[in-house]
């Protein structure tokens, strides 16, 4: 599985930005996209995700109401649409699939195998 990120950017504090993944290889039918974030000397944390199984979403609390992410299972492809982008956005943006995860995984980066390149999002403010 090949994973590609793109839609990085430098903006200013309350614009948007709009990331892409697009996903190729060997897909499973059972797989979770997701969308994880590292700042500078900070760890990797979760953003957001969504199952192909039912489309479910899922956000961390910092991003609900200001992200949305979405796929088109068609072309294999997941988006985030960040809005109100903030400073503390900033971080290098990595799309990742894990396979067969359950609810209580979904967060935790460890689960996923596959992961793209990252794309940096700066927001100053």
């Known amino acids: 599985v090949q994973l590609q990120a793109s839609g990085g950017g430098s903006v200013q504090t309350g614009d948007s930005l709009r990331l892409s993944c697009a996903a190729s290889?060997?897909?499973?039918?059972?797989?979770?996209l997701a969308w994880f974030r590292q700042a500078p000397g900070k760890e990797r944390e979760f953003v957001a995700a969504?199952?192909?199984?039912?489309?479910?979403?899922y956000y961390t609390d910092s991003v609900k109401g200001r992200f949305t992410m979405s796929r088109d299972n068609a072309k294999n492809q997941v988006y985030l649409q960040m809005n109100s982008l903030k400073p503390e956005d900033t971080a290098v943006y990595y799309c990742?699939?894990?396979?067969?995860?359950?609810?209580?995984?979904?967060?935790?980066?460890?689960?996923?195998?596959?992961w793209g390149q990252g794309t940096l999002v700066t927001v100053s403010s």
């Open positions: 990742a699939m894990g396979n067969r995860l359950i609810l209580s995984s979904i967060r935790s980066p460890g689960q996923y195998p596959y």
């Open positions: 290889g060997h897909i499973e039918r059972g797989n979770t």
């Open positions: 969504v199952r192909k199984s039912d489309g479910s979403t």
